[in-house]
Nanobody, 123 residues
Framework: QVQLVESGGGLVQPGGSLRLSCAASGFTLDYYAIGWFRQAPGKEREGVICISSSGTVTIYSDSVKGRFTISRDNAKNTVYLQMDSLKPEDTAVYYC????????????????WGQGTQVTVSS
């Protein structure tokens, strides 16, 4: 069964950090680009950042530049999203997605999606 599972979300104070994980089962992530997307209440899902199968990083959202980093560990079939200097506006459900055609800031380009993990930034 093909599955992506996100973990690591939670409640954090402004300025804090979280590391999200996206673990795959039923397929290998090696040949897929992995994107992170987020959806805040009442808003559309938006692209955040992506890492290609070769490790090239593409940032979709200017608001996370210098604060979020993405990495992949193919041996563990897992991709990570390190989020630092978190702000209240980062509050959202975060989703990872696997795409066979490379990093694209388009939801329809991704083949598999996780169920999401909630990130809440609040004091």
């Amino acid at each position: 069964q093909v599955q992506l599972v996100e973990s690591g979300g939670g409640l954090v104070q402004p300025g804090g950090s979280l590391r999200l994980s996206c673990a795959a089962s039923g397929f290998t992530l090696d040949y897929y680009a992995i994107g992170w997307f987020r959806q805040a209440p009442g808003k559309e899902r938006e692209g955040v950042i992506c890492i290609s199968s070769s490790g090239t990083v593409t940032i979709y959202s200017d608001s996370v530049k210098g604060r979020f980093t993405i990495s992949r560990d193919n041996a563990k079939n897992t991709v990570y999203l390190q989020m630092d200097s978190l702000k209240p506006e980062d509050t959202a459900v975060y989703y990872c997605a696997a795409g066979a055609v490379g990093c694209r800031n388009s939801l329809g380009r991704y083949n598999y999606w996780g169920q999401g993990t909630q990130v809440t930034v609040s004091s």
